[in-house]
């Protein structure tokens, strides 16, 4: 426990860190409130894992307006730390967030309020994704699924020091270091700030947090500024994006590989160069879509529309297979309620929204290599000199201004 950093009057502030799949943390959680009967008990949940934990109450998603605004990754990021976490629990016999739900109910036995101090997790989801750069969300991606795969012991002790979601971030840090300040630092800096914010209307405060929160938490209070909230939970469309820039960079080599190929007048080459972008990219996306278990359909519309959404970087490949995927499957809100029911990987697999989702993930990956692949085949197999050409290009455009 923590005593309290405030050295004025007699409030006090009382931090227990946790393993959110300890039997020991939850024990420990109801001794303390039990024993302190504080005014407040603070929770490390925002008002929607709150409705999910406490209430059973899912918020309602559109997986097809998930998949159009192209947060479909974010979505199936989410789902697989959810199950790496249950995973985790079932290794100790706990239901991740049990000793949440023993403060909840501990508080009420004392008559204290319960106050919800964490980030709302989809901004925080958000922040952390943003701050990956396209390389490391596919390593980060690919690790998870090994992570699925692993017969790896979980380290007992080590888990019974810390909460599950900083063992992952320690693995999230051999992809980035930015995972630690979103997923650990900045939510310390807003717990710390909600905690410091309720200490003027209460005396005594009991807050459970994930083990590896606690030392973060009481330095902000102790001796680190705390930003102001609005910093933290901005979502930023930033200016320039990496991802885009790429894409319209891409898209612009295709218009002048095609524009040289067309400029030839040989209509056989002009013919092969579009065959064979049309299979690397039709059949790459195909592979992806099939290896995540779609309908033939979906399979067929990968393959049809690749080569096309690889000219288009506002539409991405995977997003026309997944529409098809769910258009076919028809997920509800069951199917992702029946998401925390999943036992194994297959199990996954079988349910609707999680497999619509893979289908958009590995389509996707397999546009992006068909993208490069079938830039690099088209480029030798018609001999095409790019550099040349966009020297040109450009010399005729300046000869034109000037």
Not at 72 to 101: D, N
Not at 138 to 145: G, H, V
Not at 282 to 293: E, T
């Amino acid at each position: 426990m923590q005593n309290p950093p405030y050295e004025n009057d007699e409030r006090r502030l009382i931090i227990v860190g946790t393993a959110h799949v300890s039997k020991k943390s939850i024990e420990e959680v109801e001794e303390v409130i039990l024993t302190e009967r504080p005014d407040a008990v603070a929770v490390e949940l925002d008002q929607r894992r709150y409705l999910d934990l406490v209430k059973h109450q899912k918020p309602e998603i559109s997986l097809v307006d998930v998949i159009k605004k192209g947060e479909a990754h974010l979505m199936l990021f989410q789902l697989l730390l959810s199950y790496f976490q249950r995973k985790m629990g079932e290794k100790f016999g706990v239901k991740p967030g049990e000793e949440m739900l023993k403060a909840i109910e501990c508080a009420k036995k004392v008559n204290a309020d319960v106050l919800l101090i964490d980030r709302d997790i989809t901004i925080t989801f958000k922040r952390f994704w943003d701050s990956l750069s396209i390389l490391e969300k596919i390593k980060l991606f690919f690790s998870l699924i090994g992570g699925l795969f692993s017969k790896e012991e979980i380290d007992v002790e080590k888990m019974l020091e810390e909460d599950v979601l900083s063992t992952m971030v320690s693995e999230f840090q051999k992809v980035s270091p930015n995972a630690a300040r979103v997923l650990l630092d900045e939510r310390d800096a807003f717990m710390a700030g909600n905690l410091m914010r309720a200490s003027s209307r209460y005396s005594k405060i009991v807050a459970v947090v994930g083990a590896g929160h606690k030392k973060g938490i009481s330095e902000y209070l102790l001796h680190k500024e705390i930003p102001e909230p609005e910093s933290l939970l901005e979502v930023k469309e930033r200016r320039f994006n990496l991802a885009k820039v790429l894409g319209y960079s891409i898209l612009a080599i295709i218009i002048l590989i095609f524009v040289a190929v067309l400029s030839s007048l040989n209509t056989q080459l002009i013919l092969t160069a579009f065959f064979y972008w049309f299979m690397i990219n039709g059949v790459l996306s195909a592979m992806g879509a099939a290896i995540a278990g779609a309908h033939p359909l979906s399979i067929l519309a990968a393959f049809l529309f690749a080569w096309l959404t690889s000219l288009n970087p506002a539409i991405a490949a995977g997003w026309v297979s997944g529409l098809v995927e769910a258009w076919i499957r028809k997920p509800t809100s069951g199917d992702l309620e029946r998401l925390s029911e999943a036992k194994t990987f297959r199990d996954l697999m079988k349910n609707k929204v999680f497999k619509v989702l893979m289908v958009v993930a590995l389509t996707n990956i397999g546009s992006m290599i068909g993208t490069f692949l079938g830039i690099y085949v088209v480029l030798n197999l018609t001999g095409i000199d790019i550099t040349g050409v966009l020297r040109s290009r450009i010399s005729d455009l300046i000869g034109f201004i000037f």
